[in-house]
């Protein structure tokens, strides 16, 4: 596939790589070569099969807009911009393309979101919640999109709140803790990425997945077809 790599920071850079390891046509633009999404017309992305996006959230939107204008569908490993989901997804069906979005992209990660959705049911035993999720000092959205997600699921599955608490630090990869705590015990599940790699690898496969599709999507849901 033809493959074209929104941003060059350390997880575009190993997407980048990734994708040409899987024998992918790959091309990458910086921040500074895609300003306001201005390279992202509907003539430069000839020939393109799939987009995808590890930029920034000031910047993401913007050009999943152009990217669904232009036709061409769309993988967004960046977080930041959720309260925008239901007017992308307007825009995507309507234009009858494809995109397909996720907190973390890493297998791990996603089987971790289903262990958390069979412990959420704790807080309905009298065990309270808590979050901690530790990144790098350069990550720009606080709490994660993982942390998040995680704690939506967990709001749905034990019918309760649990609060995130956020650290930025050296460059961690990404650590995310959920506890549990009553009176008699403590319920301790984590998942704590080494590398990058896991991310990487998920997002070329993603984009593989949605080549050729329509709809939208998000990665929790569709990662066991990949």
């Given at each position: ?7 060059r920071?350390?997880?575009g ?13 790959v091309?990458?633009l910086?921040a ?22 590890f ?30 989901v239901t ?24 089987l ?7 412990a959420g ?15 790098h ?9 993982t ?8 709001r ?13 630090e ?57």
């Amino acid at each position: 596939m033809n493959l074209l790599i929104l941003g060059r920071g350390k997880t575009g850079s190993l997407v980048a790589q990734t994708a040409s390891q899987r024998r992918h046509h790959v091309r990458v633009l910086s921040a500074a070569e895609n300003e306001d999404a201005a390279a992202l017309t509907a003539d430069a992305l000839t020939g393109t099969d799939v987009v995808i996006d590890f930029t920034t959230p000031a910047a993401v939107v913007a050009n999943a807009e152009a990217c669904i204008a232009a036709k061409k569908n769309l993988v967004i490993g960046t977080t930041g911009w959720y309260e925008e989901v239901t007017r992308l997804r307007e825009m995507v069906l309507a234009a009858k393309t494809g995109l397909l979005y996720g907190p973390n992209f890493s297998i791990g990660v996603n089987l971790f979101f289903e262990i958390a959705a069979t412990a959420g049911a704790a807080l309905q035993y009298g065990y309270s919640g808590q979050i901690f999720e530790r990144h790098h000092e350069q990550k720009k959205d606080a709490p994660s999109g993982t942390a998040i997600i995680l704690q939506n699921i967990v709001r749905e599955c034990g019918g309760a709140e649990v609060e995130i608490v956020s650290f930025r630090e050296g460059d961690a990869v990404g650590m995310h803790e959920l506890v549990f705590n009553s009176p008699s015990d403590r319920i301790y599940l984590c998942h704590d990425a080494k590398s990058r790699q896991g991310y990487a690898e998920g997002a070329v496969r993603a984009a593989e997945w949605l080549a050729g599709k329509t709809g939208f999507f998000e990665f929790r849901n569709v990662w066991r077809e990949l």
